[in-house]
């Protein structure tokens, strides 16, 4: 069964911070924190936090913790792709494709062939500007 939408499993890792530091770590890496629908890669909402690990307030604990214990944090940032629930790509079905997802023969490129990872267009100024937005 996949997790309560309120778990705030972000908070979870806050008590092993400090094991981290002991161990001499420098930060600590997350997986894909986005709203997504499945296992994280497959990208919803680039400004909101998966519900399945927690909330803003979650990942904002979390930073802060490690940021007091000297720890960085390090995001999996996944920008090549979206998965098919992203507000954008569903648009493009509707309307027709547009140019922020590279295409093919057979119409919208995806991610090694994984249909339900849809391929961002980083030659698209506007893709780039996206990115930019979210990563700041």
Same mark, same amino acid.
């Given at each position: 069964n996949p997790p309560a939408?309120?778990?705030h499993r972000l908070r979870r890792i806050i008590e092993w911070l400090d094991h981290a530091v002991e161990l001499g770590a420098s930060g600590i890496a997350l997986g894909p924190v986005f709203a997504s629908r499945t296992h994280g890669y497959d990208?919803?909402? %680039?400004? $909101?936090?998966?519900?399945?690990l927690?909330?803003?307030d979650d990942f904002d604990a979390l930073v *802060?913790?490690? %940021?007091? $214990?000297?720890?960085r944090v390090l995001l999996d940032?996944?920008?090549n792709h979206v998965?098919? *629930?992203?507000?954008?790509y569903r648009e493009a079905l509707a309307d027709g494709p547009d140019d922020w997802f590279r295409k093919n023969r057979?119409?919208?490129?995806?991610?090694e062939g994984h249909g339900e990872l849809i391929a961002l267009n980083h030659d698209n100024?506007?893709?780039?500007?996206?990115v930019i937005e979210v990563m700041d």
């Open positions: 939408a309120d778990e990208t919803t909402d %680039h400004l $909101r936090i998966d519900p399945r927690g909330d803003d *802060d913790a490690c %940021h007091r $214990r000297g720890l940032g996944v920008f998965g098919t *629930d992203f507000g954008r057979n119409g919208f490129a995806t991610f100024p506007d893709v780039i500007a996206y």
